[in-house]
């Protein structure tokens, strides 16, 4: 699975962004996504996920009622809208596949910066 996210970017704190990332290379429906982020400094984290049919979807805690993940399968591509931002959602955001009945995400894309000034 190929995974190439977009949409990242700069924004004020309280502002809006979408992150895409578009999949290739397998059937989207044979996989779950998730969205990851890292910021400088720390580990990697769960951002959100969604199951291969968008059935389900969960998050962090610290997103919960902020961002929204969902996918469109006509476009092979999964969403994360980022709603009220804040500074410490600074970080650079991944998208990752896992095939359905796994448990490890081992498809990821390469990152795009997500930069929130205060």
């Known amino acids: 699975v190929q995974l190439q996210a977009s949409g990242g970017g700069l924004v004020q704190a309280g502002g809006s962004l979408r992150l895409s990332c578009a999949a290739s290379g397998r059937t989207f429906s044979s996989v779950d996504m998730a969205w990851f982020r890292q910021a400088p400094g720390k580990e990697r984290e769960f951002v959100a996920a969604i199951n291969w049919s968008g059935s389900i979807t969960y998050g962090a805690d610290s997103v919960k009622g902020r961002f929204t993940i969902s996918r469109d399968s006509a476009k092979n591509t999964v969403y994360l809208q980022m709603n009220s931002l804040k500074a410490e959602d600074t970080a650079v955001y991944y998208c990752?596949?896992?095939?359905?009945?796994?448990?490890?995400?081992?498809?990821w894309g390469q990152g795009t910066q997500v930069t929130v000034s205060s």
């Open positions: 990752a596949a896992r095939l359905v009945g796994y448990k490890k995400y081992s498809y």
